[in-house]
């Protein structure tokens, strides 16, 4: 964890130096990751080993789609490759969305599938341990809002009247999304363990398919129009089809 954090803060001192408006995200995710880590610390996990690992693994991900497209715009992941497109003069608040529509959609399964082996999937006590861990995240998030709220006031987004007055609607939406999203990604991790089980081959036809809606979903988001209303009509996450 020492090591991700010294990671990401050399990015996020990069990005912020060169007005890269992916500091936005990386600025939240580093303190969440930071958050996370103090929860660790704090005992909050049931195997914290676990929750380190896949912590590590699933910000890897993000860093690395970052790293790609600090060097060739049109090298990361397709959800990551929408996201960076973003219009720089947007609000600081539309960067982290959708960095997290795609971060949590997209890698958050196969982050999960990479730490949790096929012997933890055969063993149902030990997968519904990993499961609580995985939903255990969302407290930790949810507690992060306001900070944030105040974080992105401060990198240049100033509240308008209707902000303020739906300041205690949007923490409660973000719960209510947060544990939306998380329910979709357990699923489509199920489904991704099971084509890992018939081989490598389906296996990447079955990310495919997930990258290619967690693109669409992207784009979705940065249409003109309310996002806070598409996202409570479609919700936050995507679907892969069952088998």
Known sequence: MDALVARMQE?????????????????TYLRTTQAVNAAIDAGRFEDPDWVTAWDVDFAGLYLDALDAHRRDPAT????WRAAFRTDPAA????????????????DLPQSLVRVISVADFADPPLLDSRRRDHEAIDEVLAARVQAEDRELQAAGSPRTPLDRLTGGLNRTATRVLLRESRRRVWANTT???AARLRGPEEL???????????????ADLQRSGPVLLRLAVRG????????
């Open 91 to 106: 609000r600081p608040e539309a960067h982290v969305l959708l960095g997290m529509n795609a971060h949590i959609n997209f």
């Open 191 to 193: 489904v991704l363990h």
């Open 11 to 27: 990015l996020l001192d990069d990005v912020t130096a060169a007005g890269d408006p992916a500091r936005h995200f990386l600025g």
């Open 236 to 243: 936050f996450g995507v679907s892969l089809p069952p088998d």
């Open 204 to 218: 990447a036809r079955r990310t495919a398919q997930l990258e290619a809606a967690a693109a669409a979903r992207v």
């Open 76 to 79: 990361p992941p397709a959800p």
